[in-house]
């Protein structure tokens, strides 16, 4: 729990560090002063000073003058104790939407909004977990590893990006999902044992959802297709895809129908070459009992 950096001691879990996050464009520069301009409205309109908005909803008043001049980002239990509070009715915390498009860096929500549209997604991921199979404490264990080193508002803003990605695991109807994770990333332990552990443990519950089909590929295989880099496939139900490789197009992402057919033709040699779905399970399992 951080500490309010007006001194006055109240806590400051109701906003986003730090002042605007990482990466934040014009957009969403636009939004959080909107939204900001809105809350500064109806603390006016209810009679009260800042230092008494922050005094009832537990936040201190340096965050309330930031939050309403749009360089902090709101959580949305802040947004939720203020329409309580000032009486909104649901006016204020409707701003949780608006907010939340914002919140994430731009080519993390254009990401996100490509992978909500995907009825299938094709991953290679070489020594590293691809982002969507990550635990909380193991993408925190990365970012903390980042050098230069981040912020802690930068860690936690990049945590609660990548773990929005992973809605795509909740959609309704399911996208068919494939993985082909190395070796090497299941036996690194990030973030010490136990979060170790509870990594293997999420490999192992993804791995048996009906739409996803989940391969490890076994350190001691020979050349394949993969080495130069991860691959990542995006296809939409028009019939259109996305897709990109390190190893292939400058490392740029191509749509053009003749490049996803390279990138499918490296993949599908992969998905020949890796354990099946069953032996990785079965691998993963043999990893989690000897940690």
Same mark, same amino acid.
């Given at each position: 729990?951080?500490?309010?950096?007006? !001194?006055?001691?109240?806590?400051a879990?109701?906003?986003?560090e730090p002042?605007?996050?990482?990466?934040?464009?014009?957009e969403?520069?636009?939004v959080?002063?909107?939204?900001g301009?809105?809350?500064?409205l109806w +603390?006016?309109g209810?009679?009260?000073?800042?230092?008494?908005l922050?005094e009832?909803?537990?936040?201190g008043?340096?965050?309330?003058?930031k939050?309403e001049? !749009?360089?902090?980002?709101?959580?949305p239990?802040?947004?939720e104790?203020?329409?309580?509070?000032l009486?909104?009715?649901?006016?204020?915390a409707?701003?949780?939407?608006?907010?939340?498009?914002?919140?994430?860096?731009?080519?993390?929500?254009e990401?996100?909004?490509?992978e909500?549209?995907?009825?299938e997604i094709? &991953?290679?991921?070489?020594? !590293?977990?691809?982002?969507l199979?990550?635990?909380?404490?193991?993408?925190?264990?990365?970012?903390?590893?980042?050098?230069?080193?981040y912020?802690?508002?930068? /860690?936690?803003?990049?945590v609660?990006?990548r773990?929005a990605r992973?809605? &795509?695991?909740?959609?309704?109807?399911?996208?068919?999902?494939s993985? /082909?994770?190395?070796e /090497?990333?299941?036996?690194?332990?990030i973030?010490?044992t136990?979060?170790?552990r509870?990594?293997?443990?999420?490999?192992?519950?993804v791995?048996?959802?009906?739409?996803?089909?989940?391969?490890?590929?076994?350190?001691?295989?020979?050349a394949?297709?993969?080495?130069?880099?991860?691959?990542?496939?995006?296809k939409?139900?028009?019939?259109?895809? &996305?897709?990109?490789?390190?190893?292939a197009?400058?490392?740029?992402? &191509?749509s053009?129908?003749?490049?996803i057919?390279?990138?499918?033709?490296?993949y599908?040699i992969? +998905?020949?070459?890796?354990?099946t779905? +069953?032996?990785s399970?079965?691998?993963?399992?043999?990893?989690?009992?000897e940690?």
């Amino acid at each position: 729990m951080r500490v309010d950096d007006g !001194g006055t001691g109240k806590v400051a879990d109701g906003v986003d560090e730090p002042d605007q996050g990482p990466d934040l464009d014009d957009e969403g520069e636009a939004v959080l002063k909107s939204v900001g301009r809105q809350l500064k409205l109806w +603390r006016e309109g209810a009679g009260l000073r800042a230092a008494e908005l922050g005094e009832a909803l537990g936040y201190g008043e340096n965050l309330i003058y930031k939050v309403e001049t !749009g360089k902090r980002i709101p959580r949305p239990e802040y947004l939720e104790k203020a329409d309580e509070v000032l009486g909104a009715g649901g006016k204020i915390a409707a701003m949780k939407q608006d907010v939340a498009e914002v919140r994430y860096p731009k080519r993390v929500r254009e990401l996100t909004k490509l992978e909500a549209k995907a009825v299938e997604i094709a &991953v290679y991921a070489t020594h !590293g977990m691809h982002g969507l199979l990550q635990t909380e404490g193991h993408a925190q264990a990365l970012l903390e590893a980042r050098q230069p080193a981040y912020s802690w508002g930068e /860690v936690e803003h990049g945590v609660a990006a990548r773990m929005a990605r992973r809605s &795509v695991f909740d959609r309704l109807p399911a996208p068919t999902l494939s993985f /082909v994770q190395e070796e /090497v990333a299941l036996r690194r332990p990030i973030g010490g044992t136990m979060e170790w552990r509870r990594q293997l443990e999420r490999l192992l519950e993804v791995g048996q959802l009906r739409n996803v089909t989940l391969q490890v590929m076994p350190t001691h295989r020979e050349a394949h297709p993969g080495l130069d880099g991860r691959i990542e496939m995006l296809k939409f139900g028009d019939g259109t895809a &996305v897709g990109r490789s390190e190893a292939a197009f400058a490392g740029r992402p &191509v749509s053009d129908p003749k490049r996803i057919r390279i990138l499918e033709l490296r993949y599908g040699i992969i +998905r020949a070459q890796a354990l099946t779905p +069953r032996e990785s399970l079965a691998f993963i399992e043999k990893v989690l009992g000897e940690t």
